[in-house]
């Protein structure tokens, strides 16, 4: 297995500009969530999904949009980038369960100019 | 989820035990005491899990206080791999079992 990819590893992009960054999973797990992670902090979770066409909002949201069409897929939409969006994203995935362990995927380092 | 309590930063000795402590006072009946570490310029991994009883696993132990308003993750022996941030975590049920809310964690060094 696989585990949890991401791509792109890194990206710069220009304020106001637009991208996906993709995730992957080939454990077959419903749940899924993106993570974003600023220098010296911890994680804080952005949106989430608990299967196929289910996704929530996290803590953090605004500027992000999120889809599952597939049980492996879960793409991360910035719509307009801004520099307050500059920061290491990760991909996760569990089973189910409040007890499952939950798997990370590498990240992206984002930088917004 | 209820507030977890790390120091910022704790230094051991290669080939030593460590013992990283969490503080967590306000812990309900049910939430489970969940340990993450992240290495540098990676993903967090899962590390060991508990909710009342002690548990040992190949990479750590994860001793539990009765009143379970503490705990602590023992390393048995620090190599200089186990250098990274370890994030102590309370997941309480919910109908998503989604959102882990990781704190700044302990960051450990070793020292060779």
Same mark, same amino acid.
């Not at chain 1, 990206?11 to 960054?21: E, P």
């Not at chain 1, 220098?39 to 952005?46: F, Q």
């Given at each position: 297995?696989?585990?949890?990819? !991401?791509?792109?590893?890194?990206? +710069?992009?220009?304020?106001?500009?637009?991208?996906?960054?993709?995730?992957? !999973?080939?454990?077959?797990?419903?749940?899924?969530?993106?993570?974003?992670?600023?220098?010296?902090?911890?994680?804080?979770?952005?949106?989430?999904?608990?299967?196929?066409?289910?996704?929530? !909002?996290?803590? =953090?949201? $605004?500027?992000? $949009?999120?889809?599952?069409?597939?049980?492996?897929?879960?793409?991360?939409?910035?719509?307009?980038?801004?520099?307050?969006?500059? *920061?290491?994203?990760?991909?996760?995935?569990?089973?189910?369960? $409040?007890?499952?362990? !939950?798997? %990370?995927?590498?990240?992206?380092?984002?930088? +917004?100019? | 989820? #209820?507030?977890?309590?790390?120091?910022?930063?704790?230094?051991?000795?290669?080939?030593?035990?460590?013992?990283?402590?969490?503080?967590?006072?306000?812990? *309900?009946?049910?939430?489970?005491?969940?340990?993450?570490?992240?290495?540098?310029?990676?993903?967090?991994?899962?590390?060991?899990?508990? &909710?009342?009883?002690? +548990?040992?696993?190949?990479? #750590?132990?994860?001793?539990?206080?009765?009143?379970?308003? *503490?705990?602590?993750?023992?390393?048995?022996? #620090?190599?200089?791999?186990?250098? #990274? =941030?370890?994030?102590?975590? &309370?997941?309480?049920?919910?109908?998503?079992?989604? $959102? %882990?809310? %990781?704190?700044?964690?302990?960051?450990?060094?070793?020292?060779?």
């Amino acid at each position: 297995n696989a585990g949890v990819t !991401q791509t792109p590893k890194f990206q +710069v992009l220009k304020t106001g500009q637009s991208m996906t960054l993709q995730c992957a !999973q080939d454990m077959n797990h419903e749940y899924m969530s993106w993570y974003r992670q600023d220098p010296g902090m911890g994680l804080r979770l952005i949106h989430y999904s608990v299967g196929a066409g289910i996704t929530d !909002q996290g803590e =953090v949201p $605004n500027g992000y $949009n999120v889809s599952r069409s597939t049980t492996e897929d879960f793409p991360l939409r910035l719509l307009s980038a801004a520099p307050s969006q500059t *920061s290491v994203y990760f991909c996760a995935s569990k089973r189910g369960s $409040n007890t499952d362990t !939950q798997y %990370f995927g590498p990240g992206t380092r984002l930088t +917004v100019l | 989820d #209820a507030k977890t309590t790390q120091p910022n930063s704790m230094e051991s000795n290669e080939e030593e035990p460590v013992h990283l402590p969490c503080n967590h006072s306000t812990i *309900s009946g049910t939430d489970y005491i969940h340990w993450y570490r992240q290495l540098p310029s990676q993903g967090p991994e899962y590390v060991i899990h508990g &909710l009342t009883s002690n +548990v040992n696993n190949r990479m #750590a132990s994860l001793a539990i206080a009765e009143d379970r308003k *503490s705990s602590t993750l023992i390393l048995h022996r #620090a190599t200089l791999r186990d250098a #990274a =941030v370890y994030y102590c975590i &309370l997941r309480a049920p919910d109908n998503y079992g989604q $959102n %882990f809310v %990781f704190g700044p964690g302990t960051r450990l060094s070793v020292l060779p």
